[in-house]
């Protein structure tokens, strides 16, 4: 299997460092589960990863998203580059 090189944006970063102060958590997710997954299969060809490709959005404005735990990743793919765009967290309150 192809991997992928796996890059962020300058928003992404930002994004990410706001949502670290409150949730240390996220950079363990980020990490131990993200990345790795992103670099292994992030089309989700194996059809196991909370992946889902958003319905409406063109290429270039984050097509794909992957969650885990409360946290939303947004990301876009070019060739075999990842390129993380949006880091958010869930709000609690849409499930309810």
């Known amino acids: 299997m192809n991997r992928y ?18 949730h240390p958590e996220i950079k363990s997710i980020f990490r131990d589960q993200v ?13 196991t990863h909370p992946i889902a490709k958003l319905q409406g959005v063109p ?7 992957i969650r885990f735990e409360r946290f939303r990743f947004r990301y876009d793919i070019v060739g075999h580059r990842v390129y993380l765009k949006v880091c958010s967290l869930r709000n609690e309150a849409t499930y309810r």
Request: avoid cysteine; proline fraction near 5%.
């Open 35 to 47: 990345i790795p997954t992103l670099s292994e299969d992030p089309l989700n060809n194996t059809r």
């Open 5 to 22: 090189s796996v890059q962020v944006t300058t928003h992404f970063e930002r994004e990410f460092l706001k949502l670290n102060h409150q």
């Open 59 to 65: 290429a270039g404005e984050a097509q794909y998203r």
